[in-house]
């Protein structure tokens, strides 16, 4: 049974760089056909999918976050990274890692971690 839990500093400064981890257990970020996804829940707010890496390793992500988002990964410890530069208050929110089966339809989700951005 996978499992996936984020992890991360619950707070950041205004202009840094927010990292979160996801680490996973029960089974393996290059298994096909998954794609390991980032997504966020503002307070009061909807869903917003961040980006994505997939189990070849390539990464890509919505047009919001582009330009300022890094996904990685680390196969050797089951681990997929987030990293989101010039945060501002907005970018406060619940963060989750999910599997998506490959189907467009995301199956497995840790729990989440909430990061506030506060000076």
């Known amino acids: 049974q996978v499992s996936l839990q984020e992890s991360g500093p619950g707070l950041v400064k205004p202009s840094q760089t927010l990292s979160l981890t996801c680490t996973v257990s029960?089974?393996?970020?290059?298994?096909?056909?998954?794609?390991w996804m980032w997504v966020r829940q503002a307070p009061g707010k909807g869903l917003e999918w961040i980006g994505a890496?997939?189990?070849?390793?390539?990464?890509y992500g919505g047009p919001s976050f582009r330009s300022r988002m890094r996904i990685f990964r680390d196969t050797a410890q089951m681990k997929v990274y987030l990293q989101l530069t010039s945060v501002t208050p907005e970018d406060t929110a619940f963060y989750y890692c999910a599997r998506d089966n490959g189907n467009y339809f995301m199956d497995v989700w840790g729990k989440g971690t909430l990061v506030s951005v506060s000076s």
């Open positions: 890496i997939d189990y070849t390793g390539h990464v």
């Open positions: 029960g089974g393996s970020i290059t298994d096909m056909p998954f794609h």
